[in-house]
Each structure stands twice: as structure tokens, then as C-alpha cells.
């Protein structure tokens, strides 16, 4: 379905008067996101890819006719706010040769379509199915979901299974309280970012009373190990905070979003409220994972926050400081997130009265299925 195309360029090599044509490797550029047919609203990932990587000078970006960014190196990419409201829109990736010309790949993204109404958000869904062994089962059709909202059957208005984009936060306790588990800690988150493959992007936080980015959507596992190591325990603990901070840097661009956040579950310094968390976590499509460190292990008042955090959002907890038991884990959750579906739904009840909504997904021929429980739609003001 992807549409792919590229202008053939051509080499003028003058010799003793004459022109010819040289064709070598011809030049391509490709818009790797957003994807064709992709529906978008809010912060969107703009990104290209050249072949052969030598043949550009630069790519340029222009969305709707109107230019967006210009790149000299890669990474080919930026980010452009497509608004609240999901839209058809034209996105454009010029690639200027080194050696003259251009090469260009054109999407086109959809909108909700002339009958549906544009002011009621898509609601975005991840789905994980597994076999009740552990195992998740991939290559499902559109055709064995099933969506519910309060008991009511919604029509899934898009779906996707492969090559879903992943936006990744990770957050790490540096508290006081989390002094003793410190060595444990670092040794385990760079177990778990040693796990994600190279080219995807992490954004590192580390929050005590304060939150700190430590690295912004970084591909270098180099790099985020020594951003680990730097980490030092001081102060109090603003895990409300963070969590907050992590759901709005995910934003509302199309694609999976998680949130893995190592900490012992308790909060000491937070100005937002577990309440506060939840309604922000229910009016958002991020997945929680809550990954217990220190007292957090065992102590069964944490590990229940933590649970009533993660479980709604379609993710989970989980509560061990072996090595080998957290690395096996962590297998299991990247694996987890390269087998979700994402599908949306435009739902039929279009009230915008912050009223929590029921989500219910059935899959044929499977029981084990984990999305989120439900939603809460942002009021009009």
C-alpha cells in the first residue's frame, strides 16, 4: 500500500564535445514517516531516508505546499505539529543531489472522511495478544478485532501490525530513598536499554524532586549507557511529576507510545496527585510499564501503586532485582511491543463530557488479550 517512487537522475558527462548519459545507481529518497494513508493529529515525527546515503546534499520537508524544515546530514528528520483535529495532508521529501537535481517522495495521510465528524478524536488502542504461554502472536487481520466502547460495537477506522512506530520514554528513580538499590538500578536499566534495538530512539529522564532529560530521542546505546552512569541518588522523590512530564513529551502523534519508568513506587515530592496521574493517563494513549526497584519490590503498598498506575493503560508491573530474572523481562517486554497492534476507532458517542468510557477489544480465537480498559475525553472548554 505504501506508495514508493523516485525521479531518475541522470549524470551529464561531457567528453571531447559530446554529451551522453551515464546511469548509475540511481538516487532515491524515501519518507520512512509518516506512513501512507497515516492519520495524524498533534506532534509528528517528519523523517527520510536517502539511497545511496552519499547522493544528498540535503532534504527538505514541505507539508501541504508549505516548507517545513531543511536538512543537511542525517538523520533526515523533524518534527511538525499537525494540530488537534486529524486532517488529510500532502508531505513532501525534496532531496537535493551532490551532483545536481532533485529526487522526491510524496504521501499523502487521510483524514476522517466527509461523514464522519472531524471535532471527535480518533481514540488510538494498542493491543497485545498473546497465547497464554507467554507467546505473542503476530499476523492477525483487521477482521478478528472487535472494539467496544460501553458495551457498544465501534468500527475500526484504521489498523496497523507491522512497522508501527515506537516513541519511548524512559524515567529513572535518582532519589534519596533510592540510595541502597543505586548499583542494581544503573546495572538494570542498561541491561534494558542494551535490549532495544540500536536504531530506535530513547529519551532518557532522571526525576528526584527535579526532572531531568538526559538524552532526547537518542539512538546511540554508547551514549545512553554513559547518561546511566553518570546518575547519582539525591533529594526526594516527584514520581506523580515525572509521569506527567512523560505522557505530555509523548504527545498525540500517531504510533505506539510507552512509558517505562524503574523506581521504588513511592512519591515524596510530587505537586500533582495520583489522582491527577490517572485522569491524565486516561484522556491519553501512552502504555505505563512500572519496572520496581528497591523497596518497591518488596513492599506490597508500592508495588499496589504501581499496579493501579500500569495495569488501565494496557501495561503492566513488574517486581524483581535478579539480573537474570529483570533481563528475561525485559526480553519479554521488547518483544511485547514489537507485536502490538494499533488500531483507532472515530467512537459513536461524540459528547465531550469527561465521562470515563469503557474499552472492551475481542479478538477471534483468542482470550489473552491486554489494551486499555478506557478513556476519558478531554472537555471543551
Known sequence: MKARFALAAAVVVIL?????LVRGQEPEVKILSPGEDAYLAGPTLLRAKVTPASAAASVTFFVDGRQVCALTREPFECEWDAGPTIAEHQVRAVA??????RVVHTVRTKSLGYSERVDVDVVQVTVTVSDGRGRFIAG???SAFHVYEDDRAQTITHFASEDVPLELIVAIDISGSMTPAMPKLKESVKDFLSEVPAGDKVTLL??????????????????????VDRLAPWGSTALYDVILRGVDMLGRQTGRKALVVFTDGEDQGSHATINDVERKLQSSDVTLYMIGQGRGITLDSLKRVMERLAHPTG??????????ELHGAFG?????????????YSPTNARRDEAWRRIKVDVDGHHDVRARQGYRIQGTK
Open 96 to 101: 537535493t543531489l551532490t551532483g545536481g537535481g
Open 206 to 227: 532522571g526525576f528526584n524532586d527535579s526532572i531531568f532529560t538526559l538524552t532526547r530521542k537518542a539512538t546511540d546505546q554508547a551514549e545512553r549507557a554513559r547518561a
Open 315 to 324: 501495561g503492566r508491573a513488574m517486581f524483581t532485582d535478579s539480573i537474570n
Open 140 to 142: 492477525l487481520p483487521q
Open 332 to 344: 519479554d517486554l521488547l518483544d511485547e511491543l514489537s507485536n502490538q497492534y494499533l488500531l483507532g
Open 16 to 20: 571531447g564535445g559530446a554529451i551522453s
